[in-house]
């Protein structure tokens, strides 16, 4: 069973989370700030020595209607460098909905967004559909 670490990608935050397949849960890590617009590899590149993850899982954002967003391609440049820079599987994950999702989750989960932020609880939202989906496959 994996451990998988997630991302909600932005050009001023990235969020992280850490999931585990055997568990099939996801829990919000931190939020990573972009350095002059770019990721802060020195951060990421510490979380995945920290966490030692079998594969990653980014959210990629996309309009209502499945048609790509215009941070879309920013964010499959995002992928393509995970892959070069960590050499691990890189999954993508539909986000449309998972910013909206981790602002209105219920009060006991406040606490978690108050210390981690919301792009990290984004990136748990985007890992913990993720893990869901794959679930499913295998029933």
Known sequence: MRTLLGFD????RIGVAVGQEI?????????VTAVNGKPDWKTLSELVQTWQPD???????????GSEA???QTVKRFIRQLEGRFHLPVYSMD???????????????????????????????????WLETQD????
């Open 9 to 12: 990608f932005g050009l001023q």
């Open 23 to 31: 568990t099939g849960t996801a829990t919000a890590l931190e939020t």
């Open 55 to 65: 594969a990653l899982v980014v959210g990629l954002p996309l309009h209502a209607d």
């Open 70 to 72: 215009d941070i879309t």
């Open 95 to 129: 986000e449309r909905l998972s910013s909206r999702v981790a602002g209105d989750l219920p009060s006991h989960h406040q606490q978690e967004q108050a210390g981690k932020g919301i792009d990290a609880v984004a990136a748990r939202v985007i890992l913990q559909d």
């Open 136 to 139: 499913r496959k295998h029933e």
